[in-house]
């Protein structure tokens, strides 16, 4: 995987590519799914969501520029494996997930695979978590038709916010957000994406 659909594709990081080489990605989706975990495309975890591709979850960890020590907020939390790859990084990870299910799924996931320092709480990723800010980098998994202002206030001077934003639910834009100082923001796009709506008040109506 992270040979073919990784270093392959251009993501150089080496703190990246020996997370993913050591991350079980399998352990992340759900047991019906195992046989497809390593291979290149998006897979159903439940709930409706989907654990992302393995090269867009190393290339965001790329653009976050995570060290060792990052504090690092991750919305969308899914089912775990993108937190998984950063606290294997060395990252002091929160996630956020919205669906209970999902969030409780995530914990069990993350001390299954030998990550219980990763905190997962259920609530709308769109607020952030402020109890706990400012973040080094934070992680968006889902497309936002906008950037998040709790998000952007969330970051840290110097920090790295990743996010798909777009106008419609189905079709985004990754981009690396850059806090340069209080009140100045630098933005850049990486590539074009689809992901699953961010449901919450700074993000889309739930629309199920």
């Given amino acids: 995987m992270v040979d073919r659909q990784i270093r392959a594709r251009g993501i150089s990081d080496a703190a990246v590519l020996a997370a ?12 019906e799914s195992r046989h497809h975990a390593y291979e290149d495309r998006p897979i159903p975890i439940g709930c409706g969501q989907t654990i992302s591709l393995p090269y867009i979850v190393a290339l965001m960890c790329e653009a976050l520029k995570i060290e ?17 790859v950063m606290a294997e990084m060395g990252a002091k990870v929160i996630g956020i997930e919205r669906k209970s299910e999902l969030a ?21 990723g769109t607020l952030g978590y402020p109890q706990e800010a400012p ?9 936002s038709p906008a950037l998040p202002g709790p998000l952007k206030d969330q970051l840290a001077i110097g920090g790295r916010l990743v996010i798909p934003a777009g106008p419609t639910r189905h079709q ?37």
């Fill in 135 to 143: 973040f080094d980098a934070i992680m968006v998994a889902a497309g």
């Fill in 20 to 31: 993913m080489s050591k991350v079980p990605r399998h352990l992340f989706v759900l047991s």
């Fill in 68 to 84: 060792t020590g990052s504090r690092v907020l991750d919305i969308g939390t899914g089912s775990g494996y993108a937190a998984a």
């Fill in 172 to 208: 985004q834009q990754l981009l690396r957000v850059t806090r340069l100082s209080e009140t100045e923001y630098s933005s850049e796009p990486l590539c074009d994406v689809t992901f699953v709506p961010l449901i919450g008040e700074e993000g889309w109506e739930d629309a199920s």
């Fill in 104 to 124: 409780d799924r995530a914990k069990a996931n993350l001390v299954r695979a030998g990550y219980p320092t990763v905190r997962v709480h259920c609530g709308d």
